[in-house]
């Protein structure tokens, strides 16, 4: 890489370097984003939970959108996988199933982006220890 | 680049490294290889996270969790369980002692809670040996900022400001030492950095320049613009390699980018770095003799003034800061001098670290603002004292501090504050004691490394040092009388008023102050021949309790002296003229009927 001449290029260099440890950045402040779990056991995955995930990070990451996407265990909605769990920030998580890349895409055009409700939503008839 | 998913970061401090952290990292590595994940997940080495108690550390990003006492056969599951399978390990997640619930994230956990990370703010999330990261997380733009847009004076004023005060054990404000050495003229001045850590259980700085040692370039860069110098040196013991090595990774790419060398950000500003090292004389923290170690010269203090800033190294006007003084400075001029000053308390703007160590829960390095009070840092964050022992007291300022006891419990802990009580910050070195602790040998502790590490050149301190630590064996050793009560007393006085450095002014304080705090435990010393915690050898008594005794005959067996005689089924006695207290009958009893007096 080049040397930095002024504060321009360090500035430039940064905004692109960035990139590298947003990741990380991230994960400091899940609260202020949107969080996506991705159910990612076996049967998940073999419903295609891989793809789901590896084209929401594309997609979420090319539209800017602020998120963390993390994979999870199984969620028990087997007959309904792959499914994810979306928490908008400030508002309780919800569970989409049947979510394949098309789906994911409606996801984020529609709930995640305006806030609008979309199909295959599964009620949420659990609690989670990190809730309380 | 490659867009990854998922980093791992291996904590590749000293202390994890210790505990086969290398390995770790190297088995993720070829685990993740052998599942072709190489493009999805990253491993990275940061510096230390803090939770030596618990390390080696291993951080799952994004999803935060926080695994412990990870050991290199544990690095295939967490690849197949946690990145493939996406389940926790759960074995290796971090056990609250108290709820006995696992927590996940480190945020959740007791010990990060009250921490504000700004010295330690790269330590634990980047990667030291790559520049990219620190330039990513804001590196350098302080720096070039300053360049750009600011008069050496007017940057001076932000510190000022800022109220940052010295942590390396004075306190004296950064911002005026750096105004004096602006204001000495001369052709040629220095920026020195007191890597010199010398306390024993302190270990920040060294942890700063494993984990984030740009910082500590950045900002020498920033004190040479705002000092009038084109040259900074960075005083270090050769006991640190890592440091050292990742000290010298920096230096090379912060040379290639351009960061330091000549002409820095087109503004014309000259300034480069290089490493002088310390063979570890505590001495040499003092920064006249650490500049005379420099000028390869024996590491003997001398009187000030002239003070460094004034006539330092070689002569010329030198500023002396300590590591984690110049880790503070880019975050200062990032965030803004306002914004340091609401952390801590009035006289001690921002924070302070502490490496927690002795009979605490949570040993390791913590963050927080001043004006945290004791009872927060021990019981809070650092989880209490060990095996439900009952808290005595804690020593601050290493051997140059003094001990606080339950009373001090609630003191917010700034510079004043700890003077007034009898300590001093110091370094920030925290050395937890419990029950089992006796003062005077503590005390007698701190004096052997006094006398150690003392330079020889003065008198108080050559051999006032030597007569101290001599009455302290005499006390440990039963032999003490009232007298010597006074005597200790006296001469430390005398030493602390007439020594001619740092070294020798503090170094009867742990006497001193024990003896304020637990005079009772001296008395019962040297009046009652009686160690009450149990410490002092000479003094104790093995004795066996006729009633709890079953006449098992077990002790007499394992006695390797033969000191311990009885009749089979008939209480036992030990002779103690014979007894030698390696209290291995103790250890054998089942009955509990052995015990200390």
Request: charged share 25%; glycine share 10%; aromatic share 6%.
């Amino acid at each position: 890489m080049s040397k930095v001449k002024n504060l321009q290029d360090l500035k430039k260099m940064r905004d692109e370097l960035k990139g590298k440890i947003n990741l990380r950045e991230k994960s400091d402040h899940p609260e202020s984003m949107v969080q996506i779990k991705v159910s990612m056991a076996t049967c998940g995955i073999a419903s295609g939970a891989r793809e789901t995930m590896n084209y929401m990070i594309d997609e979420l990451d090319s539209q800017a959108i602020d998120a963390v996407v993390t994979q999870t265990g199984c969620m028990g909605y087997c007959y309904a996988e792959p499914t994810i769990e979306v928490t908008m920030p400030g508002e309780k998580p919800l569970v989409f199933g049947n979510v394949n890349t098309k789906k994911a895409s409606e996801i984020i055009e529609k709930y995640i982006k305006n806030g609008e409700l979309v199909d295959g939503i599964i009620p949420d008839s659990y609690e989670t220890i990190d809730g309380k | 680049m490659a867009k990854y998913k998922n980093h791992i970061l291996v904590c590749a401090g000293t202390g994890c490294r210790a505990s086969e952290s290398e390995a770790i990292a190297v088995n993720l590595k070829r685990s993740i290889d052998e599942n072709n994940l190489e493009n999805d997940v990253q491993v990275v080495r940061t510096g230390c996270f803090g939770f030596c108690e618990k390390g080696p550390v291993v951080k799952m990003v994004p999803d935060n969790t926080f695994y412990v006492q990870v050991t290199p056969d544990d690095a295939e599951d967490l690849v197949l369980e946690h990145l493939i399978k996406g389940r926790k390990v759960d074995r290796l997640l971090y056990v609250d002692p108290e709820t006995k619930e696992q927590v996940s994230d480190s945020k959740h956990m007791d010990f990060y809670k009250k921490q504000i990370r700004i010295a330690l703010r790269n330590c634990g999330f980047i990667n030291p040996e790559n520049i990219d990261e620190y330039i990513a997380r804001d590196g350098y733009s302080a720096l070039g900022t300053i360049l750009d847009e600011m008069s050496p004076e007017s940057a001076i004023k932000i510190i000022k400001d800022s109220g940052l005060r010295g942590r390396g054990g004075g306190g004296f404000p950064t911002g005026l030492k750096w105004e004096i050495t602006r204001k000495s003229e001369s052709d040629q001045k220095y920026v020195v950095c007191n890597a010199d850590e010398g306390d024993p259980g302190a270990f920040m700085d060294r942890s700063i320049l494993e984990g984030d040692p740009h910082s500590v370039l950045e900002a020498m860069a920033i004190c040479g613009y705002c000092i009038g110098a084109d040259s900074g040196l960075i005083y270090i013991r050769a006991e640190y390699p890592l440091a050292i090595k990742r000290l010298k990774v920096a230096i090379n790419q912060a040379r290639e980018y351009g960061l330091l060398g000549n002409d820095i950000f087109g503004s014309g500003f000259c300034f480069d770095v290089e490493i002088r090292y310390g063979a570890g004389a505590f001495v040499c923290g003092e920064e006249t003799a650490l500049i005379h170690s420099m000028e390869g010269l024996r590491g003997e203090p001398t009187v000030k003034p002239p003070f460094p800033s004034v006539s330092g190294y070689k002569g010329k006007p030198t500023n002396v800061n300590n590591v984690e003084t110049f880790a503070n400075i880019p975050a200062i001029f990032l965030k803004g001098a306002d914004w340091f000053r609401q952390i801590g308390t009035e006289k001690s703007s921002g924070t302070k670290v502490f490496a927690l160590a002795g009979k605490v829960n949570n040993v390791g390095l913590i963050e927080v603002p001043m004006g945290t009070t004791l009872r927060e840092v021990i019981f809070d964050i650092g989880g209490g004292i060990k095996g439900g022992k009952k808290f005595k007291a804690v020593q601050t300022g290493g051997p140059s501090g003094g001990c606080l006891t339950e009373h001090h419990l609630d003191l917010p802990i700034d510079y004043d504050s700890l003077i007034a009580s009898g300590s001093m910050m110091g370094s920030g070195g925290m050395i937890v004691m419990d029950e089992d602790d006796c003062m005077v040998s503590v005390a007698k502790f701190y004096l052997d490394f006094t006398v150690e590490e003392s330079c020889g050149k003065c008198t108080p301190c050559r051999i006032g040092n030597k007569r101290l630590y001599e009455l302290l064996e005499k006390i440990t050793l039963g032999k003490g009388d009232e007298g010597d009560l006074t005597r200790l007393r006296n001469l430390g006085n005398v030493i602390k008023d007439t020594a001619l450095c740092g070294l020798g002014q503090t170094s009867p304080n742990p006497v001193l102050s024990t003896m304020d705090n637990f005079p009772e435990e001296y008395e019962a010393h040297v009046k009652e021949s009686k160690c009450p915690a149990g410490q002092c050898r000479a003094l104790m008594q093995y004795v066996v309790s006729p009633k709890l005794c079953t006449g098992c005959t077990l002790c007499a067996r394992v006695c390797p002296v033969d000191a311990i005689s009885g009749d089979k089924k008939m209480p036992h006695f030990i002779n103690t003229s014979i007894c030698i207290k390696c209290g291995a009958c103790m250890d054998k009893c089942k009955f509990g009927a052995i015990s200390i007096q």
